[in-house]
């Protein structure tokens, strides 16, 4: 059969919330033009993020019933550290409540404000908390990760030629520790090589310098590398996965994306002096060791999640939905980081709105029309993120972007067929975009609270 079907069928279902354009364009109004100020009853279809929005199976649902609430030693912890073992191999598993704890427990044992830590591209949450510490978080993508027309296979990887450079500027001794993210979600959702891993590896080691992998989506990772990388076309996900994981010292994870659940993080290594920090800042910062800010129930969620985001019926039609998506939208025209990712489509804001200069957030207009027209959320990943004034100068990111985030096995065919006609729709009425400014901002992070209006 031609016709690719969700591998599941649905036994509750949650409304959806219809609005009008009026409506919309008051709601937008009072949220101050920042989607992460829109309350959910206010939108139709939520694309914001793939992070803690799965919908659960029913055998995560009945596991939760099976959870064991005891503050140590719950049985619940055990299910969850096989699980996690199963895939990634690693000795010592620290639960965390979601993937920025489980950072902010590992970089304060590994790292001091003269540290630097080299990454393919850091998340903000990854970056927020290395700065945080006064240390330096440093990016690293090839020049292909950075071109959002250029059509090539791993455009997550990190550059290692610059990697070696850094190390070698910086010296071992200033680094630490050296991450990569699978896959790279800041650089367009992009997924990163088995052999750029092994290379990052082979580097890293070289130095002496612990290796770890930040790994929210390690399952997308290891499909893309299945479908797109020599000699792992006939090897089973889960073995790609042991593979990937077994170059690494360790591995933090935010479990709320390829975990299959709505919260839950890690930290796993085999480095026996890490894990001995990390557990004492644990029971300072998050919770006791068999569940780490976590309520046991949701340790058996994730044990279940666990096995279900490495089936590869589910994986094909995870990447199938967004590579449908993206087939109709660039059929259209419209401008995206190709090739598709997996948990997230990437809209090229430069190429859509080019008459909107970056320092008048091209990305915010479109997600604000996506939403005035459709009740589409998404989210700006561009200058309202990262640029800044430095001298009177404007210094912009090197992509505008917005992002399309799909959670997992919540959207069906008609819904993203929805979404397709709504950017499209934009998109041939794009010279009525309008330019944007800033009214307030937050010190840190100010995307998630700042107030926007047209110029
Ligand atoms: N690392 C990566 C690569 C991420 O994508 C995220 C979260 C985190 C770390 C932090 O995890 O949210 O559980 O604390 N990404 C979400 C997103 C928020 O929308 O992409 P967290």
Not at 223 to 237: A, D, M, Q, W
Request: glycine share 8%; net charge neutral.
């Amino acid at each position: 059969m031609k016709t690719q079907i969700e591998p599941f069928k649905i036994k509750t279902v949650e409304h959806l919330y219809i609005t009008t354009v009026e409506q919309r364009e008051q709601y937008l109004k009072e949220s101050s033009y920042n989607p992460f100020s829109l309350r959910s009853d206010r939108v139709t279809i939520d694309l914001l993020t793939d992070s803690g929005t799965t919908a659960m199976s029913s055998k995560q649902w009945a596991a939760i019933m099976d959870g064991d609430e005891a503050y140590a030693g719950s049985v619940s912890y055990y299910k969850f550290e096989d699980a996690v073992r199963n895939f990634s191999g690693f000795k010592y598993i620290i639960p965390t409540h979601q993937g920025r704890a489980a950072e902010k427990v590992l970089f304060s044992v590994v790292l001091n404000s003269d540290s630097v830590v080299p990454n393919n591209t850091h998340f903000d949450t990854t970056h927020g908390n290395i700065d945080f510490l006064g240390a330096t978080a440093l990016d690293l993508p090839t020049d292909e990760g950075v071109q959002p027309e250029l059509i090539a296979p791993f455009k997550g990887n990190m550059d290692i030629q610059k990697l070696e450079n850094t190390i070698k500027k910086y010296g071992k001794e200033r680094i630490p520790i050296g991450l990569t993210t699978i896959t790279n979600n800041s650089g367009g959702g992009q997924p990163v090589s088995m052999q750029n891993i092994r290379e990052t590896s082979e580097v890293l080691h070289k130095y002496g310098i612990p290796f770890f992998i930040d790994c929210c989506r390690f399952a997308e990772n290891a499909y893309f590398i299945k479908l797109r990388e020599k000699g792992y076309e006939n090897t089973p996900v889960i073995d790609i996965c042991r593979e990937m994981f077994s170059y690494a010292d360790g591995a933090l994870m935010s479990c709320k994306k390829d975990g299959m659940s709505n919260t839950g993080g890690f930290i796993a290594t085999n480095n026996e002096k890490i894990a001995e920090g990390c557990r004492t800042n644990l029971i300072i910062m998050e919770g006791f060791l068999t569940y780490g800010g976590l309520a046991r129930r949701d340790l058996e969620a994730l044990a279940i999640g666990f096995t279900e985001v490495v089936d590869e019926n589910y994986l094909k039609y995870r990447v199938g939905q967004s590579t449908e998506l993206a087939k109709q939208l660039t059929d259209a025209g419209v401008p995206l980081v190709l090739p598709a990712g997996a948990h997230a489509l990437y809209i090229d804001a430069k190429r859509f709105a080019p008459h909107i200069k970056p320092e008048h957030f091209p990305g915010q207009s479109i997600s604000c029309e996506l939403y005035r027209l459709a009740g589409i959320r998404a989210c700006e990943i561009g200058s309202i993120m990262f640029g800044r004034y430095e001298n009177g100068q404007y210094i912009a990111p090197p992509m505008e972007l917005v992002r399309l985030a799909i959670p997992r096995r919540v959207y069906t065919k008609s819904h993203m067929d929805y979404i397709a006609e709504a950017v499209i729709e934009a998109y041939n009425n794009r010279e009525k975009l309008r330019p944007m400014k800033i009214t307030w901002e937050a010190k840190f992070l100010r995307h998630f609270t700042v107030k926007c209006d047209y110029l």
